[in-house]
């Protein structure tokens, strides 16, 4: 029997992550109008959540998924090759970051998969849809979910100084700075400033995360 190499499936794995992620984000904004449609009146958004029906609610089962599957990869990411014993601060550091990174952006998904749907049944939802789409989604999804991400990639970033690998280092930083800031539109829009900027910022931290993701497999994948 051929056995696997740890080091180059979670490199795959990585990879295989980066590009999966990105297919139910772009059916969302592509059927759902996702994620404009978030700053719609909740009567817009649960009157589109209801006609996209069983298949909408399977891409955001999908979407929460991949943000699971980043807990264990991310561990496994922060954990390996040696790093637990080199640079345990570190590694343990960004391997509970990633863990919560994933469990708390797949909760705010998850909403649109097991709550949600049962508010767009309802005549007058208007409220208790606000509520938990406040603090599902904007609270938990998009910014403690976003700074987890951000301090994930962030401390594994300082791992890769340390190890020499410059090109993942400030790919890494980037995404990280990215991410911090594009997590700041909910305390934005609470203040009363335009969330715009936050939003598009986002946006690009997630192009950035992928790149990250792919070049951190393909590193794994050499070695």
């Known amino acids: 029997m051929t056995q696997v190499n740890p080091t180059r499936a ?16 772009a059916r969302l ?26 298949p909408l609610i399977a891409t955001w089962y ?10 264990p990869l991310a561990m496994a990411q922060a954990l390996g090759q040696g790093r637990a014993q080199h640079a345990p601060a570190l590694a343990s550091a960004a391997a509970i970051a990633g ?4 469990v708390l952006q797949a909760m705010g998904l998850l909403r649109w998969v097991l709550v949600l749907p049962q508010l767009a049944t309802l005549p007058d939802a208007t409220a208790s849809f606000t509520a938990l789409h406040a603090f599902g989604g904007a609270v938990i999804g998009e910014h403690l979910g976003q700074l987890a991400t951000a301090c994930h990639v962030g401390l594994m ?15 890494g930083t980037a995404t990280a700075a990215l991410i911090t800031t594009g997590s ?9 400033l335009p969330g715009d900027p936050f939003a ?14 792919i070049l951190a497999g393909l590193s794994l994948l050499r070695r």
Do not use: K, S, V
């Open 184 to 192: 700041f539109e909910t305390p934005a829009l609470a203040l009363g």
């Open 99 to 102: 863990a919560f990174a994933g």
């Open 29 to 54: 904004a592509a059927t759902f109008d996702y994620p404009g449609i978030l700053r719609q009146p909740p009567e817009t958004i649960l009157a589109a959540l209801a006609a996209g029906g069983p």
């Open 10 to 25: 979670l490199g795959a794995g990585l990879i295989a992550l980066a590009l999966a992620f990105n297919l139910p984000y």
């Open 157 to 171: 970033a300082a791992i890769h100084r340390r190890e020499g690998r410059r090109a993942l280092a400030w790919t």
């Open 62 to 71: 999908a979407f929460a998924a991949c943000a699971l599957i980043f807990a």
């Open 200 to 213: 598009l910022t986002a946006i690009g931290g997630y192009l950035a995360l992928t790149l990250w993701l």
